[in-house]
């Protein structure tokens, strides 16, 4: 079975700062590593994953994050944040080959105008 | 392209009713999912489908909660009798079959019991 720890339950960042939002993850096999967004009132969306390749994974709006064997670590991160970025933040995983996704309790990114 | 569709988006229920949620995946995605989000966690997967079997239910309490997906498209999750532990948003998803595929998630049918 697999597991993600999200250690920051909230993140307050002054607008324009950069942003880091931790993650770490367990598992006994390979698996797939995914970023989800939650913005007000809406639903989830795929930010970012890692599926096999290059271990740095890019957002169309600036976010990025790299998977970290060894650390077994999938940090997010991105240099400088908008207001628009204020959201909760998910990672979650998955076994290569198993669709079924695990998710983290969420990080809630709150910017500082 | 029409995102997952869910309804109905709030209810509000006594403990030891019933409650019904519907949700119409995006056309095309055989698989089928129904989380469950408590407040302060991160979703929880109760069941998936692929077309209209059951991949995985482990996590289903079968007691109470019931899902289907007749015909493969459509999906109904069911609570009866419904606890107080079961307020929550129910979100579904779907997607194309396959590890790795993007997961697309509807805005969740939030459930309050009291």
């Known amino acids: 079975a697999q597991s993600v720890t999200q250690l920051d339950s909230q993140v307050p960042v002054f607008e324009e700062a950069p942003v880091e939002l931790r993650c770490n993850y367990s598992s006994s096999v390979s698996v797939y590593l995914f970023w989800y967004v939650q913005y007000p009132n809406q639903g989830l969306q795929l930010l970012l994953k890692?599926?096999?390749?290059?271990?740095l994974v890019k957002s169309i709006n600036g976010f990025e994050a790299e998977f970290n064997k060894s650390q077994t670590s999938f940090h997010l991160r991105k240099p400088s944040v908008h207001i628009s970025d204020t959201a909760e933040y998910f990672c979650a995983v998955s076994a290569v080959g198993n669709e079924k996704l695990t998710f983290g309790t969420g990080t809630r990114l709150t910017i500082i105008p | 392209e029409a995102g997952v569709a869910q309804s109905p988006r709030y209810k509000i229920i006594e403990k030891r009713q019933s409650v019904a949620f519907w949700c119409n995946p995006i056309s095309g995605h055989a698989t089928l999912y129904w989380y469950q989000q408590i407040l302060g966690q991160g979703p929880k997967l109760l069941i998936q489908?692929?077309?209209?079997?059951?991949?995985?239910d482990s996590q289903l309490p079968k007691d109470r909660f019931s899902a289907e997906r007749l015909k493969g498209v459509d999906s109904t999750l069911k609570i009866q009798p419904a606890k107080l532990e079961d307020s929550a948003v129910y979100l579904c998803?779907?997607?194309?079959?396959?590890?790795?595929?993007?997961?697309?998630f509807g805005e969740g049918s939030w459930l309050t019991v009291v």
């Open positions: 998803a779907s997607s194309l079959t396959g590890p790795g595929n993007t997961i697309y």
């Open positions: 489908f692929q077309n209209n079997g059951v991949v995985d």
């Open positions: 890692y599926l096999s390749g290059s271990t």
